[in-house]
């Protein structure tokens, strides 16, 4: 059975950080594609940041420079590295892992407020 858990969420000032952790099982994690999607309240999901089997990484023109993805194949996990963070960035974060199939996390909610 795969699981994809996401966890790391909170309540963030702006200017604050924040590292997001994926977990995934019951998958051989080193051939997906993982990801990390968001989605704010009357928003359309979106892609946030991307890497590959191979490590390379794709980050959305809204977040480059601030966020950084990477993946620990050994522990089976991809982390979102947020800092600077900014009102805007306050979303439901969704883990997505995707090779032959397409398997989603049930996100963690990130809030940025003073």
């Known amino acids: 059975q795969v699981q994809v858990v996401e966890s790391g969420g909170g309540l963030v000032q702006p200017g604050g950080s924040l590292r997001l952790s994926c977990t995934a099982s019951?998958?051989?994690?080193?051939?997906?594609?993982m990801a990390w999607y968001r989605q704010a309240p009357g928003n359309q999901r979106e892609a946030v940041a991307g890497?590959?089997?191979?490590?390379?990484?794709t980050y959305a023109d809204s977040v480059k420079g601030r966020f950084t993805i990477s993946r620990d194949n050994a522990k089976n996990t991809v982390y979102l590295q947020m800092n600077s963070l900014k009102a805007e960035d306050t979303a439901v974060y969704y883990c997505n892992a995707r090779y032959t199939a397409d398997y989603w996390g049930k996100g963690t909610l990130v809030t940025v407020s003073s």
């Open positions: 890497i590959s089997s191979s490590g390379t990484t």
């Open positions: 019951g998958i051989i994690f080193s051939r997906f594609a």
